[in-house]
């Protein structure tokens, strides 16, 4: 899969890489020194079937790419990483989130009143069905409690940005209503 935006590649991103291979050749890395003592369990708070449950633990598996960088216990690194709990990720529309997967995003993040400069760089998933367990997870753990991202809705968010090249800024991923 191509990097498709300019994002450079920190420690974390590669970290992240690195994490992901190891779970597609079928092998359970130990977390990198810096997890060490966070619990990688996290409560989503809904019961749900179907794809929703299906994508759910799909995305509890998957979410250990984006753990990496914003902890196992979605909290993030101040300053650098926001954390993934709270009215930013669970009352934000799906398609802004999203976008941030498919094509990174850029620029500076406040989020409850601190700053966040880290570029996100496209996640390394391969899938929208992925993508859609990820956010699902996300959106439904650390104490979330928002609906599910169906495929069908990364599949109709990629068709409508196919021809975006460049991560997002947070200015225009605050106008996806």
């Known amino acids: 899969m191509p990097i498709r935006n300019r994002a450079i590649l920190t420690t974390c991103t590669l970290a992240a890489i690195a994490v992901f291979a190891a779970a597609i050749a079928g092998h359970n890395p130990a977390p990198p020194p810096a997890l060490a003592g966070h619990s990688l ?43 993934l709990f709270g009215a930013h990720v669970s009352e934000a529309p799906p398609g802004r989130l999203i ?21 996100m760089p496209t996640a390394p998933l391969e899938t929208d069905a992925d993508i859609a367990a990820v956010l699902t997870y996300v959106r439904q753990a650390f ?30 991923l605050d106008q996806i209503r």
């Open 41 to 83: 369990e996290a409560k989503p708070r809904l019961t749900m079937t179907s794809e929703a449950d299906e994508l759910l633990g799909r995305g509890r598996r998957l979410y250990d790419i984006c753990a990496t960088c914003h902890m196992p216990d979605g909290s993030g690194v101040s300053g650098i990483n926001p954390p």
């Open 99 to 119: 976008r941030a997967l498919i094509h990174g995003v850029t620029g500076p993040l406040t989020v409850d009143g601190t700053e966040y400069d880290a570029a």
């Open 143 to 172: 104490g979330n409690n928002a609906s599910a991202v169906s495929t069908a809705m990364v599949t109709a968010v990629r068709a409508q940005t196919k021809d975006r090249e460049d991560p997002w800024t947070t200015e225009e």
